[in-house]
């Protein structure tokens, strides 16, 4: 009897040691709501992001998140649980939010997410929207970093790193991410400035304004075309003091004098 208690404790002993520590996330969907700035009440109350090709050169890459010890995977419905992340990035300097981005074979096109603490404990956010256009494998370019602290996750989210915040992109058609190339940003940063096929759609994340420029297909084909874009048109405010870009004023046209007045 002695004997069975004492491997029954040495097995438990050998387990902790060698079995791993996991925990998978059920998603939700992101609200404007939602806030990826939580600072922690302790020392040990944060994320960490680690290298898998670091820990093991055999394998094929990617990134995996733990808190403390417990590696998090996510799941979203009924779709199989994501292990390993092809993106990750902390989103506040707190290390309180990762944004990841799943590795399920479907290249830039595969799904975000955030995985963010609150008031210690884990939680998955997931950045996807459903989206049918035709053309998205060519604009889903996964995430793009348009400055040193902020990304834009496939023309759908603007995610604001250091302070943690997200913001929704309004779409062009809303059963369709923009299909289209971002090319500028306003000098606030805050509108966004696509190429699509029919000119230039120009949308304020902050405060979900909308504006087409229609563009000729000479300047949206060319070579140059951010070039002859920033000298054949400028940035200028509307009555709610929103940037956007507006072709600048022929000089040889005749003038109408109701220009000028204020």
């Known amino acids: 009897m002695k004997n069975t208690i004492i491997a029954f404790f040495l097995s438990i002993f050998l387990f902790s040691c060698s079995g791993k520590l996991e925990k998978t996330l059920v998603s939700k969907p992101f609200t404007d709501q939602d806030d990826f700035n939580e600072f922690p009440k302790y020392k040990d109350k944060i994320l960490s992001i680690e290298d898998v090709y670091d820990k093991n050169p055999d394998s094929s890459g990617g990134f995996s998140v733990k808190q403390k010890d417990t590696t998090l995977y996510i799941q979203e419905g009924s779709k199989p649980v994501a292990h390993k992340f092809r993106e990750a990035r902390f989103v ?3 290390k309180t939010a990762v944004l990841v ?3 399920d074979g479907a290249g830039d096109l595969s799904p975000f997410y955030i995985i963010t603490l609150k008031e210690g404990v884990p939680n998955a956010v997931a950045l996807n929207i459903a989206s049918n256009g035709k053309g998205d494998k060519d604009f889903a370019k996964g995430l793009q970093e348009i400055t040193r602290t902020t990304l ?3 023309n759908d989210f603007v995610v604001a790193t250091v302070r943690g915040k997200v913001y929704q992109i309004k779409r062009k058609n809303p059963n369709e991410l923009i299909q289209g190339n971002f090319i500028l940003y306003s000098s606030d940063k805050t509108t966004l400035v696509f190429a699509v096929k029919d000119g230039l759609y120009q949308v304020n994340y902050m405060t979900g304004e909308t504006l087409n420029l229609p563009v000729p ?6 070579a140059t075309m951010v070039n002859e874009i920033q000298q054949n048109y400028s940035w200028q405010k509307n009555s709610r003091g929103t940037s956007f870009l507006k072709e600048n004023p022929d000089d040889d046209r005749i003038v109408d004098i109701s220009e000028f007045k204020k």
């Open 152 to 154: 834009v996750v496939n």
């Open 92 to 94: 506040n300097s707190q």
């Open 217 to 222: 297909a000479s300047v949206l084909n060319s």
């Open 101 to 103: 981005q799943i590795e």
